[in-house]
């Protein structure tokens, strides 16, 4: 890398012309004059130029991205690597690249629309049913704490076969997420192995 130009100033740098690659609109090349080879272009202005800046997390794996989320009118317009960011300082792999396709995408008419997939309610399908039903979260969080005790009600183990006090539950295991911070993971360490004896815990990030 050119000497005076740090790593967190290239992805600076690069970050600005990457955004005015993909956001000049209208891009209009005009005939080269006789004169010059050189093409001229009338790029309008950056879609980012109006929208509001928020500092957020890459949501995939473990590593701990730090991304930029430009929004405007609480829609998300474009996502990027924060170069601030000392664990990706402005970079993203191609999976955090296409972050904010979670949120929208672009349909057959080129247009972006809000990602049809996105789920936006509880949906629950019954033991046997091949059909989801809507629910609120009042009735899912209390169906979830009543299986969750009964389960652990009645698997409980105090000892094991060698009569060792384990105090478990071996039905029941916990999956972590790459956007639980250390104190949540404390609190859920917590709560599944000091409160219900769960020791199968595990995370999306094991890197
Ligand atoms: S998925 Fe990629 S961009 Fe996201 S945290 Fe992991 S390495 Fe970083």
């Known amino acids: ?85 000392p664990v990706n300082e402005g970079a993203l792999c191609p999976k955090g690249t296409a972050l904010s396709d979670v949120y929208t995408i672009v349909d057959k008419n080129r247009q972006r629309v809000l990602n049809p997939g996105r789920l936006t309610e509880v949906l629950y399908r019954a033991p046997g049913s091949d059909k989801w039903e809507v629910k609120d979260w009042d009735w899912a969080l209390s169906e979830i704490a009543q299986r969750v005790k009964k389960t652990r009600d009645e698997t409980f183990e105090e000892k094991d076969e060698n009569g060792v006090t384990v105090n478990r539950t071996m039905a029941i295991c916990q999956m972590g997420s790459a956007n639980v911070n250390n104190e949540e993971d404390y609190i859920i360490n917590k709560l599944m192995r000091g409160g219900l004896g769960v020791v199968d815990l595990d995370h999306c990030a094991r890197l």
């Open 1 to 85: 890398m050119k000497k005076g130009i740090s790593r967190r100033d290239f992805f600076k740098y690069l970050g600005i012309g990457a955004a005015g690659t993909v956001f000049f609109e209208g891009i209009s090349a005009k005939p080269a004059a006789a004169s010059d080879n050189l093409p001229s272009f009338d790029m309008g202005p950056l879609k980012i130029t109006k929208t509001k800046e928020t500092s957020s997390g890459c949501s995939y794996c473990g590593c701990g991205c730090t991304t930029i989320v430009y929004s405007e009118n609480d829609k998300v317009v474009y996502i990027e690597g924060d170069p601030d960011s």
